[in-house]
């Protein structure tokens, strides 16, 4: 079946710093794929997506490209800052059974400092 | 106004007791999704219906049912609560139909069954 695979975290940087958090994943047919991040005390959201190969998502700095050669969509910001602490999840969605239903990693928890 | 709201916010409760989670949609979406979060589980899925007469099991759907009283209303219930069911419950909505759809997500519900 589907699967995403995350880094580990917690991800601990200082502010201004270069992120990347890893993501890979299998699927059985030609996934889109996202990034959601959760706020303390919130839901997730929808960070941003891409739906073919080499297609890249970007929103807030963020971005990732969809890489079907490594099957991964790596998340990297340039600069991050400390609002951006929170927790970040990988996902695909497949038409596993023609049912779309989603598959999430386990998250990626982020802490920056001042 | 939230876009997709639960109800209660927390929740402490006793073994063995009876349980029901409510969520409330403005967005007009078919598809409805109940979720728990375990810290390094990631989001693990309970149930999910595409339309008032469609209800489908999740991954971990023992000890939990459902009812779509509407379109826009989607109740997850736990008929005899148990301590391993202290969980972030979170329900979510998509615009069903195609791979590259996001899910839009409630607060969440901190339930604690002691």
């Known amino acids: 079946g589907d699967s995403v695979t995350q880094m580990e975290g917690p991800v601990t940087l200082s502010e201004e710093a270069f992120l990347t958090i890893n993501c890979t994943y299998t699927?059985?047919?030609?996934?889109?794929l996202f990034w959601y991040v959760q706020y303390p005390g919130e839901g997730l959201q929808l960070l941003l997506k891409?739906?073919?190969?080499?297609d890249k998502g970007s929103n807030k700095g963020f971005e990732a490209t969809y890489r079907k050669e490594t099957t991964s969509f790596h998340l990297e910001k340039g600069s991050v800052q400390v609002s951006d602490s929170a927790v970040y999840f990988c996902?695909?969605?497949?038409?596993?059974?023609?049912?779309?239903?989603?598959?999430f990693g386990r998250g990626t928890s982020l802490i920056v400092h001042p | 106004d939230a876009d997709v709201t639960q109800t209660p916010r927390n929740r402490i409760t006793k073994t063995g007791k009876r349980i029901m989670l409510e969520c409330s949609q403005t967005k007009g979406h078919d598809r409805m999704y109940w979720y728990r979060q375990d810290p390094g589980l990631g989001l693990r899925l309970i149930y999910y219906s595409f339309d008032v007469k469609d209800i489908n099991k999740g991954e971990i759907s023992d000890g939990y049912s459902v009812s779509r009283q509407a379109q826009a209303k989607f109740s997850l219930s736990l008929e005899s609560a148990i301590p391993n069911q202290t969980a972030l419950y979170f329900c979510a909505t998509s615009d069903g139909g195609g791979a590259s759809f996001e899910q839009f997500f409630g607060p969440g519900t901190r339930l604690t069954v002691l």
């Open positions: 699927a059985t047919g030609y996934p889109s």
């Open positions: 996902a695909l969605s497949d038409r596993s059974g023609g049912s779309y239903i989603p598959t």
């Open positions: 891409a739906t073919k190969a080499d």
